[in-house]
């Protein structure tokens, strides 16, 4: 089976000047990943801010340019930014922000809200219309009488349902979520989440879901990439990852998620500072904060391969201690 | 920083050349200053004459070039009509230009500021309508029907002060009212809208929740972020201390530029006018470059944000 | 500027009943005379041919210079005998029409101008910046005197010239809210659904920066005749016989010993005018902006 979306070794480099005088730094973004979606699978991304998970979300839809590497949608190259193309592909590709209020017009009504990829991708007859937006509204649990309200007369976790209806008009293949429940209560958190997984399930959506919060993931992701100032540090499946975290980084992100009825014992503590991705640390970008970092993690740094079945780390002792190095 | 202040340098250059190339094409595109100067009924060779001495008769684009070339040597042309240095006889003007804008603008900062200040600091008070009304008013009245008026009372009716001439120092304060009432309320009006703005932001309430005196709140916080915008309009202020009063000196009939400029205009008398567009757009850019060079020190944001 | 029409919307969301209510309770006095007094304005200048009681040039030689209040002249004659009332409406047409024209034109091509500049940046936008940066340090006045000066005076080219006035403000604004709006939130949302650039501008960030853009006009407009009557009091503006409220100042100020009527009847109508527009102006920014409360 092919993947929905295949990314090779993505990078994007801002040059950052800091300072009056200096010279432009690059900060890399994102640096150097790849990945691949397959229909109807859900990829979750973890990482802390900064790691550069909004901007490979972006950079897969093709919003952001790419200034190296490739992104294959259906088999097919992104076509070039704000092109007609590209506009068309946007029915096929959607994306969930973090700030509903924001990615809402907030003169327009939620209804005319919904109908807009409607119009705009002349999908369905005009009569139709209404009908179709009464079925999102429904889909993604919004009373009827809602269609009429404006964005700043709805709850938070409402709006956020209008951006997701809004999204899911053009019956979208692929849904890039970035983070979208950071902005919503925890009591509205589960039931957001619920909703978008089972409309992934009825509906056959491909989904990357960007968050910085495990437990979220964990509950909606078949298979997780964790993130680490640009570039991806481990991935394996949901299950796995959480199970036997391999990555110190990974270790340290799941052990920090409490489980009920257990002790936060053997706890990983990170320490150090949190990663600035414009002073990126020789070697392993990880090793300031590792426990276990040797000499080699400061002058080299590492690179991702398989170290088990369907699973990769980019690190240099846990390849070591699993499989024998290929590099 | 300096990368900062020579790009704005480098648009400051660029818009004087702009000016200069709008004056030179309006003014050589309209019309043939030879008719207007010699007149109708004047014979062909007395014009062709006429137009060679001013070299009238070279293509227009040889015409600018020469133009430009001059003002790079600092040659501004002579006056067709006194056929004395435009340069000169503009720069002479000058004073007495300034004698009345310096004044209006010291009145404008003294009152202005402070009123608006005042008025914001005790919103919806007596105080604060009355600085509305009379910025309103001060901001509404074209200057030419303030200087109208003032001329019919203090003239005219009561006869107390002279209506037009530069001789004394008193002709000057009707002049100086004139032009300085309306910046007064546009400046009132500017500082009381900041000062608001300032006052509602989350830090001036920080400032007043963590215990400072109600008087350093205002002066040590609030103060300081109001100054941006209001810089802006004294920037303007200054820049326009040599084309702001136009409409005045023709009413009180001040022998300043502005009046030079009207003459001028009417007379076709090119070099004159386009030395005065100049001398006005340097006044205004440079004042323009002040303010934006003041910014990065007021406000450090903006500083940051330049370095980019 | 983001929040700025959040009462706005809220009001409309509520239906018509809540703007009527809100006008009738919440207006103050002196904007409700600035209303009334701009209504007023308006009706004059649409009848005004219906409502002058003499044509503009109808000469009344025998009572020149009479001083307002008789019953053949209201506002009294002019040094030719004609009839100031007759001509102060002419006027306040004249005026008005120049007036709403430029605040239009220069409303369109600004807002024009900074979408311009905000969708292709680059070459686009310097461009824009420059011109901006060219109108700020030019004084209007001078460069207006400049144009007709020597280009002579007609209407169209009054209206035409009036159109450029503060047209860098509305492109600095639109261009300024515009760019924000692209950079994160609606207009990006919109972008990302598929909308063409025109949809985007158009159905999206327009509606949403009209509030500010009408704010800005109700500057405008008040400056534009300002503007207008010191070019037609210098001579430059609009020229005789026809006739605008600059112009009949800039004649009355002959007669100003003898005759002070001739001058003061239109004065009194441009600060009339300035004065509602501004309060009425302020009052709506007021509503309009919930930061200022």
Not at chain 2, 197 to 208: D, K, L, N, Y
Not at chain 3, 38 to 56: E, K, N, S, T
Not at chain 3, 81 to 108: E, M
């Amino acid at each position: 089976m092919t993947p929905l979306i295949q990314a090779t070794n993505l990078a994007r480099i801002y040059q950052v000047r800091r300072g009056l005088f200096a010279q432009p730094k690059p900060v890399r973004a994102v640096d150097g990943v790849s990945l691949a979606v397959m229909p109807g699978e859900t990829l979750g991304i973890v990482g802390e801010s900064g790691s550069g998970k909004s901007t490979l979300g972006r950079m897969l839809l093709g919003i952001d340019q790419l200034q190296a590497g490739e992104v294959r949608f259906e088999g097919r190259a992104m076509p070039e930014l704000r092109t007609a193309e590209w506009r068309a592909l946007r029915a096929k590709m959607q994306l969930v922000y973090q700030d509903p209020l924001a990615a809402l017009d907030r003169r327009l009504t939620i209804a005319s809200q919904l109908a807009e990829p409607l119009e705009i991708h002349r999908i369905i007859p005009k009569d139709q219309r209404p009908a179709r937006v009464a079925e999102l509204m429904v889909a993604v649990g919004l009373r009827q009488d809602q269609a009429g309200r404006f964005p700043h007369e709805l709850s938070g976790g409402q709006r956020q349902r209008a951006v997701i209806a809004r999204a899911l008009a053009s019956r979208p293949k692929l849904l890039v979520c970035d983070e979208p429940v950071s902005a919503l209560d925890v009591s509205i958190q589960a039931q957001v989440v619920n909703m978008l997984r089972q409309l992934q399930e009825q509906n056959g959506i491909a989904m990357v879901f960007i968050s910085h919060d495990l437990k979220v993931v964990r509950n909606i992701a078949d298979r997780v990439a964790v993130m680490y100032l640009g570039r991806i540090v481990e991935e394996a499946s949901s299950d796995v990852i959480f199970r036997s975290p391999r990555h110190p980084y990974t270790q340290a992100l799941v052990s920090s998620v409490p489980v009920p009825g257990k002790l936060l014992e053997g706890r990983v503590i990170l320490q150090g500072e949190p990663p600035n991705p414009a002073n990126r640390p020789a070697g392993c970008a990880f090793h300031p904060r590792c426990s276990i970092a040797r000499d080699i993690c400061r002058s080299t740094a590492p690179v991702l391969r398989q170290i088990e079945n369907r699973r990769t780390a980019a690190c240099h002792i846990v390849a070591d201690g699993a499989v024998p190095v290929a590099a | 920083m300096i990368s900062f202040v020579l790009t704005r340098l480098l648009r400051a250059i660029i818009t004087i050349l702009a000016v200069v190339t709008f004056a030179f094409v309006v003014l050589r595109m309209s019309g043939d200053p030879a008719q207007v100067m010699l007149g109708p009924d004047v014979p062909q060779d007395v014009i062709d004459a006429f137009r060679k001495a001013w070299g009238l008769d070279q293509p227009v684009w040889v015409q600018y070039l020469a133009y430009l070339k001059s003002i790079f040597t600092g040659d501004f042309g002579v006056s067709m009509r006194d056929k004395a240095s435009a340069l000169d006889l503009v720069l002479e003007r000058v004073p007495a230009t300034l004698q009345l804008t310096i004044p209006a603008l010291i009145l404008k900062l003294v009152i202005g500021i402070p009123a608006g200040i005042y008025a914001a600091l005790h919103r919806q008070s007596f105080a604060d309508r009355g600085v509305i009304l009379l910025a309103i008013l001060g901001f509404t009245i074209p200057s030419f029907v303030m200087g109208l008026i003032l001329v019919l009372v203090f003239s005219i009716i009561l006869g107390v002060l002279p209506s037009g001439g530069q001789d004394t120092w008193v002709h000057g304060i009707l002049p100086t009212i004139t032009m300085s009432i309306g910046g007064i309320g546009i400046l009132a009006r500017f500082s009381r809208s900041a000062m608001i703005e300032v006052m509602g932001q989350p830090f001036i309430r920080t400032a007043s929740a963590k215990g400072l005196k109600w008087r350093d709140v205002v002066w040590s916080h609030a103060l300081p972020n109001a100054a941006v915008p209001i810089v802006t309009i004294v920037g303007f202020m200054v820049g326009s201390l040599i084309a702001g009063a136009v409409v005045v000196e023709s009413i009180f009939s001040w022998p300043g530029i502005g009046r030079l400029l009207i003459v001028s205009v009417s007379n076709r008398d090119l070099a004159v006018v386009q030395c005065i567009l100049l001398v006005i757009a340097a006044t205004m850019v440079v004042s323009n470059l002040i303010v934006d060079l003041l910014y990065g020190w007021l406000d450090p944001r903006l500083r940051s944000r330049a370095a980019h | 500027m983001a929040s700025a029409d959040f009462p706005a919307a809220k009001r409309t969301g509520r239906g018509d009943e809540g703007f009527i209510a809100l006008i009738r309770c919440n207006v103050p006095l002196s904007v409700g005379l600035g209303i009334f007094w701009l209504a007023a304005m308006v009706l004059i200048a649409i009848f005004a041919d219906q409502i002058r009681p003499y044509g503009i040039t109808a000469m009344d030689l025998a009572s020149r210079l009479s001083p307002p209040g008789n019953v053949k002249h209201w506002l009294g004659t002019d040094e030719l005998g004609r009839d100031v009332l007759s001509r102060l409406i002419q006027s306040i047409r004249v005026s008005l029409i120049i007036a709403f024209g430029a605040t239009i034109l220069s409303a369109v091509f600004g807002t024009a101008l900074g979408f311009a500049a905000a969708q292709f940046r680059g070459a686009v936008e310097h461009l824009v910046l420059a011109l901006a940066d060219f109108q700020a340090a030019l004084p209007f006045l001078i460069m207006s005197l400049a144009v007709l000066a020597f280009f002579g005076s007609s209407m169209l080219l009054l209206v035409c010239l009036m159109g450029f006035y503060g047209w860098e403000r509305y492109a600095r604004i639109a261009r300024g809210l515009a760019i924000s709006a692209s950079a994160q939130g609606y207009a990006a949302a919109a972008v990302q659904l598929g909308a063409t650039p025109a949809r985007v501008y158009l159905r999206h960030i327009l509606p949403n920066v009209a509030s500010t853009l009408i704010v800005s006009m109700t500057l405008t407009f008040p400056e534009i005749i300002l503007m207008e009557s010191g070019l037609s009091f210098l001579g430059l503006g609009v020229q005789p016989p026809e006739t605008s409220l600059g112009n009949m100042v800039g004649f009355g100020r002959e007669y100003l010993t003898r005759a002070p009527w001739v001058m003061l009847a239109p004065a009194a109508v441009i600060m009339l005018t300035t004065l509602s527009i501004s309060l009425v102006g302020d009052w709506l920014r007021d509503k309009l902006d919930p930061t200022v409360r």
